[in-house]
């Protein structure tokens, strides 16, 4: 779970960044990892809140050093295999998302 407080919404600049680091915990080994936050409660109005999470939508996508911009495989994952596709286990497969290690 992750929080992000109302000083948040103290100017653009740190709103961003805020958007920017909660899309990082929540799709940390796109979501594989127990520490990727599945819930954000955010402290604001209803049209702060509406405008973290538009941007938060816009960081989702994404390329991170841990996490895939387009879900599936996480990079740095091993190659894909008909029992283990992309390293991880079957019920996190993402068909037509995979792509072997470089």
């Known amino acids: 779970m992750a929080v992000i407080g109302r000083e948040a919404f103290a100017s653009e600049r740190s709103l961003r960044e805020a958007a920017d680091l909660a899309a990082a915990d929540v ?27 538009a941007l938060l939508h816009e960081q989702l996508g ?6 895939s911009e387009t879900g599936g495989c996480t990079p740095g994952t091993s190659a894909p295999s008909p029992r283990r596709p992309c390293g991880l286990s079957t019920t996190s497969y993402a068909p037509g998302r995979c ?4």
């Open 27 to 53: 799709t940390v080994f796109n979501q594989d990892a127990c520490v990727a936050a599945r819930h954000i409660c955010v402290e604001g109005g209803i049209e702060q809140v509406d405008r973290f999470g």
């Open 62 to 67: 994404t390329q991170r050093e841990f996490a």
């Open 99 to 102: 792509r072997a290690a470089a």
